[in-house]
């Protein structure tokens, strides 16, 4: 029983501050993850490591190589240091296992399905310089920026020289992430995740697969009730996205006109017009 109390802190530990969690996610989320696999992952040398982040297929593989880091090398400076090292290097692999992890870049181009709530991470993970930076910053607790899959090779240089001084001793100036004023979930409110979570409505089998086993397995349903009050409304991830939606765009509730593909084609007319204004909400600039 200890062992396993143990195990549930260090890894609500290791997310308490570098990740943002929307609505609800637990490491019972994780799939392909067992406690054996916590245990071996902290045996794990520095090279090894260093091995896993560059070749992680699923999501469980690069959470652990996070906890383990976190755990057994927050002070080995030449470990991080060869973490720094990779950040420029943009190697892409498809993580596999990625239930409500949420990763918006990832969302848009499909490789993630967007289950309306979980972990939100602003690296992308399914390349090896993300995989690296997420590290970094896990151990360290410093942001010096984060790596997507639009970050050019000079950003990455750059991210790369200001960690290898950090970890060197020299003073660096940390990032300071955009702030949206009067924001009711902070979480959704970058320009990226709007996109992604209007991109999430569209039609997908693998979302509706997804709505099908919560119905079966939680209530017994074969589709989603009509009745408006029914909790398993909820297992359709639709159903948070057009909640959110409404809230980033000042709506007090969901206009049902709005369907996804009002919401898309919206997106395409306006989306270098949109301005954050102080009352908590985007509005389309004239």
């Excluded at 942001?143 to 790369?160: A, D, I, Q």
């Excluded at 320009?191 to 919560?214: F, G, W, Y």
């Amino acid at each position: 029983m200890k062992k396993t109390a143990l195990f549930v802190v260090l890894l609500c530990f290791q997310f308490s501050f570098s990740q943002k969690l929307l609505v609800s996610w637990s490491q019972q989320n994780i799939e392909n993850y067992t406690e054996d696999m916590y245990n071996e992952a902290q045996k794990l040398s520095p090279e090894q490591l260093l091995e896993k982040n560059k070749n992680a297929a699923y999501w469980s593989e690069v959470f652990l190589t996070m906890n383990a880091s976190v755990n057994n090398y927050e002070n080995d400076k030449e470990y991080l240091k060869n973490l720094a090292r990779q950040i420029t290097d943009t190697k892409e692999t498809k993580i596999k296992g990625t239930s409500r992890l949420i990763i918006w870049d990832r969302i848009v181009s499909g490789d993630i399905i967007f289950e309306g709530k979980g972990l939100v991470v602003e690296n992308d993970l399914f390349l090896i310089n993300g995989r690296a930076n997420q590290v970094l910053q896990s151990v360290t607790r410093k942001n010096f920026g984060f790596v997507t899959s639009s970050s050019t090779k000079k950003e990455l240089e750059s991210l790369r020289e200001k960690w290898l001084d950090y970890l060197n001793g020299k003073p660096v100036e940390e990032f300071k992430p955009a702030e949206f004023k009067n924001a009711k979930i902070a979480e959704i409110s970058g320009l990226n995740a709007v996109h992604a979570l209007i991109i999430s409505l569209q039609d997908n089998s693998v979302k509706e697969q997804i709505t099908k086993k919560c119905l079966k397995q939680i209530y017994n349903l074969d589709e989603l009730p009509t009745s408006k009050e029914s909790p398993a409304k909820f297992c359709s991830p639709d159903t948070y996205t057009y909640a959110y939606l409404a809230m980033l765009f000042g709506d007090k509730t969901r206009d049902e006109t709005k369907t996804a593909k009002w919401w898309l084609n919206f997106w395409n007319e306006n989306q270098k017009k949109l301005s954050w204004n102080n009352e908590g909400f985007y509005e389309v600039k004239k």
